[in-house]
């Protein structure tokens, strides 16, 4: 029943992103040249069927091959489809028939505004949370992105695992979303307005770190978030004092993670190597890695640097074999800011 509402909403209700009733759909982040750059390639009618919560855009892209579920119109997807280059690979997933129909109409289109001599995108059609439906190999993809879709879905769990099988070792699944502070009450989640408008579908934020571990996704980290208003007075009345966030969050696949960020004396050093990050690189909201910096880490954070792509833009000082105890900082609270403000800090754990 949850999917035929969201294929109505998104299909037939929705035309354009002006047809929104909150503002929990939009993306209210300073872009980077380099993106705006791309998105200025991406079809007009593609872009007018945007509907997403963030910038999926995580970095060290070339050459990757990249799943992204709930792909809609395809404008991640094409902005994807220049970052990987003509040698990487994009495939779309969506349920909804007008999204693709829309999607695959400007493939040739954007091969051709890319200058590729084949387009490195394609759109398949099916359900997030059955993706051994398709045709789609375990361990095959560097990164799974998702740009305010996973809350849509009625079966969550099943998503993060089928996302853990899809990844390679190493891999992660980069996405933003929106969460609540609290668990959404059992009416307001059978409200077909506000679940397609992305709040009484938000998972409750502890809930998806509990689920994302279980999945196996053993330490998810917070890349950035922003509280929403809602600015619609009738659906800020029905939600009452349930909060709502945009977070993007990164959960990388890796075994033998710690459950706490674990101390061992070991410490990177950012080589300023990564494209258009030449100054520090953000891992996650409570790592910001300045270039040519001794930068202390847990054997988590070590781990999600030294075992997956992002290994050649660092050197690495020790090792794992003198444990020093848990770091300091590690709670259960909120994690998200409810004033808008951001971290800056120049080192800790999450």
């Given at each position: 029943?949850?999917?035929?509402?969201?294929?109505?909403?998104?299909?037939?209700?929705?035309?354009?992103?002006?047809?929104?009733?909150?503002?929990?759909?939009?993306?209210?982040?300073?872009?980077?040249?380099?993106?705006?750059?791309?998105?200025?390639?991406?079809?007009?009618?593609?872009?007018?069927?945007?509907?997403?919560?963030?910038?999926?855009?995580?970095?060290?892209?070339?050459g990757m091959r990249i799943l992204d579920l709930g792909a809609g119109s395809g404008r991640d997807c094409y902005v994807l489809s220049q970052l990987v280059g003509e040698d990487g690979e994009v495939v779309g997933v969506d349920m909804t028939e007008e999204q693709l129909d829309v999607a695959n109409r400007h493939i040739d289109y954007h091969a051709e505004k890319f200058g590729y001599g084949a387009s490195n995108v394609r759109f398949l059609k099916g359900y997030i949370e059955r993706l051994d439906d398709l045709d789609l190999e375990d361990n095959s993809f560097d990164l799974i992105v998702s740009n305010c879709v996973i809350n849509l879905s009625p079966d969550k769990q099943a998503v993060l695992e089928q996302a853990y099988r899809l990844l390679k070792p190493g891999g992660e699944i980069y996405?933003?979303?929106?969460?609540?502070?609290?668990?959404?009450?059992?009416?307001?989640?059978?409200?077909?307005?506000?679940?397609?408008?992305?709040?009484?579908g938000a998972f409750y934020w502890h809930d998806f770190v509990t689920t994302a571990k279980a999945a196996g996704?053993?330490?998810?980290?917070?890349?950035e978030d922003r509280p929403l208003t809602i600015d619609n007075p009738e659906i800020e009345q029905k939600?009452?004092?349930?909060?709502?966030?945009?977070?993007?969050?990164?959960?990388?696949?890796?075994?033998?993670?710690?459950?706490?960020?674990?101390d061992y004396g070991q410490a990177v050093i950012y080589k300023g190597t990564i494209d258009h990050h030449p100054h520090s690189y953000l891992l996650d909201k409570h790592h910001l890695i300045e270039t040519g910096k001794v930068f202390p880490v847990c054997r988590n954070t070590?781990?999600?640097?030294?075992?997956?792509?992002?290994?050649?833009?660092?050197?690495?000082?020790?090792?794992?074999?003198?444990?020093?105890g848990v770091f300091e900082g590690c709670g259960t609270t909120l994690p998200f800011d409810t004033t808008g403000g951001s971290d800056e800090s120049g080192g800790g754990c999450c």
């Open positions: 029943m949850k999917h035929e509402q969201i294929k109505d909403y998104y299909g037939k209700v929705l035309h354009g992103s002006d047809d929104l009733q909150t503002n929990a759909c939009c993306t209210d982040t300073d872009l980077p040249d380099y993106i705006k750059s791309a998105l200025s390639k991406v079809h007009d009618e593609v872009m007018a069927r945007y509907y997403g919560c963030g910038l999926v855009n995580p970095a060290e892209l070339k996405f933003s979303d929106v969460y609540a502070g609290r668990r959404i009450p059992s009416h307001l989640a059978e409200d077909p307005v506000l679940y397609g408008e992305c709040l009484s996704f053993l330490d998810p980290r917070l890349v939600v009452g004092h349930i909060g709502f966030y945009s977070a993007t969050y990164r959960l990388f696949k890796l075994l033998n993670l710690d459950p706490q960020c674990e070590w781990q999600m640097l030294h075992d997956t792509r992002l290994a050649r833009h660092f050197d690495f000082i020790g090792d794992d074999s003198t444990h020093y």
